[in-house]
């Protein structure tokens, strides 16, 4: 291979990646890394990421897991209690003591209470940028880490990994969605990168289904593994007749997207990573019933597998367990504290399809998956190098409304991180005593975005280039969060 030949101490590292991630790197991973014409890098740029990924200390993220819990999660009822408060509008979910001294969650909360030693809770997440206090512009504003008013559309933060690091699970595209399917998860942006860095949406209505399958991973019936394998030899010699120095780069981009394909359909690793029922009883117990608690669970699966970037976003589907449940995320805009549904005399309309925050759908499912998904990482041996980010795309009012609710509020809301080096047991930033504005510490999306870039390793000094060879600079507008790196 000529960089090698040029280059031989480079046959051990992988664009981006940190040093304890060295490996043989074939044609086909450089395929997947993507060709460097085709895909805009150059040679200088990928030396001095790799240089500076290798003397990054910070760099303790093998891979990165996003719990996207949409709709506007109320940080006063979850993980900034506030018992001092007007009665009026003080929530009822009084505050709990938990594994880490000092801090406390509220009593919606219990299982999480336990494993709070492990977390690194923000409460000082704070945006008041016109343009990002609905759910599309707030969500597009979490997922890409850039407020969505920018000139330029910006790709998520995963497409910017994937197309920086790649990843080391071959058999898989490196940023995917689990399962991306309600209305917010058509937010995902690639911005100005090719389509081959687009998020893999997994699908499926309920997860915890004992049919639920990745349709889209599957060979069709009618592609034996021998026929699958004599037209992918087909496939290369035909490239090998056609393809010369003029056509290097075309070959090579579409290369990326058969060899990507070719491996994931032959693969069994691609089934194992996505078969729940393989999974011990006990461990869906844990997790906890229904399309939550499975979702959780191919998130630790995906990161067992070495799937660099993975977001779950989740929303409870329509069941007979949740009549009148058709939307439930967390727009809790009507009758928050409702034991069942929302949709109550005197309801706006707009809290419609929601069950109230304490439900065993909303925060209860939320509670058990959350806690029982750190602890498995951390009992196999992944939380040390996984990334966990609890995220949503703001807070709710400090004031409950004539409905009963509580509405959008971009002025304090609370994020929740672990893994990676984050130090556990510290709350980061406060609100003030009714959770509506930051006092101490604020922190935006820019923020977050800048902390999973600095945990990877990669290098925002070196810009990224759309197709007409401009410039980009990203993740210059916030700065990592220092205490999250110990």
Avoid at 134 to 147: D, E, F
Avoid at 216 to 223: A, G, T
Avoid at 267 to 275: E, I, K, L, P, Q
Avoid at 284 to 309: D, N, P, T
Wanted: hydrophobic share 40%; net charge negative; glycine share 10%.
């Amino acid at each position: 291979m000529v960089l090698v030949a040029i280059f031989p101490d480079l046959a051990s590292d992988m664009p981006n990646k940190p040093s304890w991630e060295a490996a043989d790197w074939s044609r086909r991973q450089w395929l997947k890394a993507g060709a460097f014409g085709v895909l805009g890098a150059t040679l200088p740029a990928w030396l001095a990421q790799v240089a500076a990924a290798a003397g990054n200390a910070r760099a303790r993220a093998k891979r990165v897991l996003v719990l996207l819990e949409q709709g506007g999660m109320s940080h006063i009822d979850t993980w900034d209690p506030k018992p001092d408060m007007v009665a009026e509008h003080r929530s009822p979910h009084a505050p709990i003591s938990t594994s880490a001294p000092g801090m406390q969650f509220t009593e919606l909360l219990p299982n999480t209470a336990r494993i709070a030693h492990h977390l690194s809770v923000v409460r000082s997440f704070h945006h008041t940028r016109a343009g990002a206090d609905a759910h599309p512009n707030g969500t597009q504003y979490v997922l890409s880490g850039v407020h969505p008013t920018s000139p330029l559309e910006m790709p998520d933060i995963g497409s910017i990994v994937a197309r920086l690091q790649g990843s080391p699970c071959t058999d898989l595209p490196p940023y995917i969605m689990v399962p991306g399917n309600d209305e917010q998860a058509a937010e995902t942006r690639t911005g100005f990168l090719p389509a081959a860095f687009r998020v893999f949406k997994t699908g499926g209505r309920d997860l915890s289904t004992p049919g639920w399958k990745v349709s889209d991973l599957l060979p069709r019936q009618e592609n034996s593994p021998d026929r699958l394998a004599g037209r992918h030899q087909l496939l290369r010699q035909f490239d090998a007749r056609f393809a010369g120095p003029s056509s290097a780069d075309a070959f090579d981009g579409m290369g990326r997207f058969y060899e990507q394909a070719f491996d994931t359909l032959t693969s069994a690793g691609v089934t194992r990573a996505f078969d729940l029922q393989a999974e011990p009883p006990e461990v869906r117990a844990r997790y906890g019933r229904g399309h939550r608690g499975a979702c959780y669970l191919v998130g630790r699966k995906l990161m067992e597998a070495g799937v660099r970037f993975v977001t779950v976003d989740v929303r409870w589907p329509l069941s007979n367990e949740v009549p009148r449940g058709g939307n439930l995320n967390w727009d809790h805009h009507d009758f928050i504290y409702a034991s069942q549904t929302c949709e109550l005399p005197g309801a706006s309309g707009a809290g419609a399809g929601r069950y109230g925050i304490g439900h065993w759908v909303m925060m209860g499912s939320v509670d058990q998956a959350y806690a029982a998904l750190i602890e498995d990482l951390h009992d196999h041996g992944l939380l040390a190098e996984t990334l966990v980010c609890f995220v949503t795309e703001f807070g709710r009012t400090p004031r409950i409304n004539k409905h009963q609710g509580r509405d959008h509020w971009t002025h304090a809301y609370s994020m929740v991180f672990a893994g990676a080096g984050v130090p556990g047991g510290q709350v980061l930033g406060a609100s003030d005593g009714e959770g509506g504005y930051v006092v101490t510490q604020g922190h935006t999306p820019e923020d977050y975005a800048a902390t999973i870039y600095e945990k990877l390793g990669i290098n925002r000094d070196q810009p990224l280039y759309t197709a007409a060879r401009r410039p980009v600079y990203f993740g210059h507008s916030g700065e990592p969060i220092a205490e999250l790196f110990g």
